[in-house]
């Protein structure tokens, strides 16, 4: 059974930093590309950023790009998601996510969630 936990959320000042962690337990990590997403009140999920099993690539939303990292240790089963320079528009429910399939990217559908980590960015 597949696990994804969040954590890291939290209130911050605009300008300021936050660092969210994924751990996933179920699966062999490595093997997996992982994905982080938010979703903002009364708005729809959203894309924010990918990595691909060993790193190799990463991808972003334009609305992230320069300010937010992703990054992962496969050795603690964990993916990151570095954020900088944060802005009230940022302040979202972020949620961590993995596909059924191995060795696949960029990943078309996400089949694994976390329970997700608040993020409040205060102006």
């Known amino acids: 059974q597949v696990q994804l936990v969040e954590s890291g959320g939290g209130l911050v000042q605009a300008g300021g930093s936050l660092r969210l962690s994924c751990a996933a337990s179920g699966l062999t990590f490595s093997r997996y590309a992982m994905g982080w997403f938010r979703q903002a009140p009364a708005k729809e999920r959203e894309f924010v950023s990918a990595i691909r099993w060993n790193s190799g690539r990463t991808d972003y939303a334009e609305s992230v790009k320069g300010r937010f990292t992703i990054s992962r240790d496969n050795a603690k089963n964990t993916v990151y998601l570095q954020m900088n320079s944060l802005k009230p528009e940022d302040t979202a429910v972020y949620y961590c996510?993995?596909?059924?399939?191995?060795?696949?990217?960029?990943?078309?559908?996400?089949?694994?969630w976390g329970q997700g980590t608040q993020v409040t960015v205060s102006s």
């Open positions: 996510a993995a596909p059924r399939s191995s060795y696949y990217y960029p990943v078309k559908v996400y089949n694994y």
